[in-house]
């Protein structure tokens, strides 16, 4: 999954694609680097981010989607506002993906009609302030028995189970240490027999690990979405596209079984 952050302040990429062409251009770009999925949207969640209004956030993202679908772009819709997964279903997105496990009211709503597959993933609070303080008593299984619910809220209202992808959130509402939990337990996210997505492309979980800026980050990026595919994520949510791509054709050519040799 590659990111198109229509947004002049995201957290590794704000103000690149905030203008609509470019934004359509990067989609394609990912595309055609390998991405099976582009993710729009159109509202930073970046810890201390402050929500864009409704009708900016439309303006910004339903133009990207449009253009993208009309290219066969495979289209995931990354927002909390049940009016923008509405105008981006309407649009034709593949996805939507809620970083609020579609909590708002209206938000299972807006796609319990649709085809859709959709993405709930956990978050501890706000972005305004979730990493204020976040505090688990067990985060992993804290965090597991939300995307079940979530999941099972879900499926109640009609979006069907193989449509439905979970997600831990990194970042969301997490220190260092969590995040690490949460990355060692994916095995136990991935046996709740949904596909698990992580995204901790250039996040402060690669810097805290490296010591490298957000522009130094792609080399931590692309280890992390190799161990967390390895460790039972179906999907990446990642930046660099090309790199990560790269890596996982790699990845997957050298692990394959080799055939034993004939006797
Ligand atoms: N499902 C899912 N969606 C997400 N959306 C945004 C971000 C934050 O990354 P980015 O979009 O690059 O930054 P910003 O929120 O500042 O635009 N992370 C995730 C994630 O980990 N999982």
């Known amino acids: 999954m590659g990111v198109v952050n229509v947004t002049a302040d995201s957290f590794s990429d704000g103000g690149l694609f ?3 062409t470019r934004a359509i251009d990067h989609g394609l770009r990912l595309r055609e680097e390998g991405a099976d999925l582009v993710d729009v949207g159109g509202e930073s969640t970046r810890p201390g981010a402050l929500p864009v209004p409704l009708d900016e956030e439309l303006r910004r993202v339903i133009p990207v989607v449009e253009a993208l679908v009309r290219e066969n772009v495979p289209v995931s819709v990354d927002t909390l506002k049940p009016e923008v997964m ?3 279903l309407d649009a034709g997105c593949a996805m939507v993906n809620d970083v609020n496990g579609f909590r708002a009211p209206g938000a299972i709503e807006a796609v319990a009609a649709s085809k859709a597959a959709v993405c709930a993933m956990h978050m501890q609070g706000k972005p305004a302030t979730m990493q204020a303080d976040p505090r688990y008593g067990d985060v992993l299984a804290e965090v597991a028995a939300f995307l079940s619910e979530r999941a099972l ?3 109640a209202a009609g979006v069907a189970r ?10 969301f509402g997490k220190t260092l240490e969590h995040n690490l939990a949460l990355f060692r337990g994916l095995p136990r996210l991935a046996a ?6 992580v995204g901790v492309s250039r996040k402060r979980l690669i810097g805290d ?3 490298r800026p957000v522009a130094e980050r792609v080399a931590g ?13 179906s999907l ?16 997957l050519g050298l692990n394959c079984p080799i055939a034993p040799p004939k006797k």
């Open 18 to 20: 905030l203008e609509t």
């Open 86 to 88: 509405r105008a981006a």
């Open 153 to 155: 809220a879900l499926e």
């Open 162 to 171: 193989e449509s439905i992808v979970l997600d831990p959130g990194f970042g």
């Open 192 to 197: 709740l027999g949904y596909p698990v997505l």
């Open 209 to 211: 690990l490296t010591g």
């Open 221 to 233: 990026s692309v280890a992390a979405a190799l161990l967390a595919v390895q460790n039972g994520a």
């Open 236 to 251: 990446v949510r990642v930046h660099d596209v090309k790199e990560t791509v790269d890596a996982l054709r790699v990845w």
